[in-house]
């Protein structure tokens, strides 16, 4: 368990956050045991979805969304309104979908994730640095936790707004890795 208060916060929605150890650190204190994963980490078999349960629409592959359909064109109006139907569904029924055609190019994806990599692979003591500020969900950390017996998800959390602008927290924003701003 972290230390009370290394990632504590209230946060008036949820009330008090409640701080844990990081799966990074988890792994990294038991890598040579054969410790088995926290319980708190693992979902009831009622949790835990099928592919049987599911609608049939929600059994195929993960949505992709088109952006170059998104765009208004000439003549085009009938793709951007199937593609606005795609991208509808695609939040109601999965709440999240691949974009394709958007413009950005690998090199500066792969860049991205180079960068969060590093931010990631930091001592824990410089991420906690970003630990969420009182009544914010932004910055490093578990910031959803707020009962002892809830199941945990396996992962650590690093979250950023960029938008809107007011939302934007540059005090959160890391100084290393150097090229993060």
């Not at 409640?18 to 890598?31: C, G, M, T, W, Y």
């Not at 945990?152 to 959390?157: E, H, K, P, S």
Request: glycine fraction near 6%.
């Amino acid at each position: 368990m972290a230390a009370a208060g290394a990632n504590s916060f209230v946060n008036p929605k949820w009330g008090n956050v409640i701080p844990v150890e990081s799966v990074q650190e988890l792994l990294k204190n038991h890598a040579h045991s054969h410790e088995a994963v926290p319980g708190r980490y693992i979902r009831s078999q009622q949790e835990r979805p099928t592919t049987s349960s599911l609608p049939v629409s929600l059994q195929t592959a993960i949505p992709v969304i088109d952006m170059e359909k998104l765009s208004i064109l000439p003549g085009q109006h009938d793709h951007r309104q199937q593609e606005m139907l795609r991208l509808s569904m695609a939040c109601q029924d999965w709440g999240f979908f691949q974009i394709v055609n958007h413009g950005i190019p690998h090199s500066l994806i792969d860049e991205i994730k180079g960068v969060a990599k590093e931010f990631f692979n930091l001592p824990l003591q410089e991420k906690q640095k970003y630990a969420p500020q009182e009544g914010d969900v932004q910055g490093y950390g578990k910031t959803f936790v707020i009962a002892e017996d809830q199941t945990l998800d396996w992962g650590d959390l690093f979250a950023l707004a960029l938008m809107p602008q007011s939302l934007k927290n540059l005090t959160l924003w890391p100084t290393v890795p150097t090229n993060f701003r």
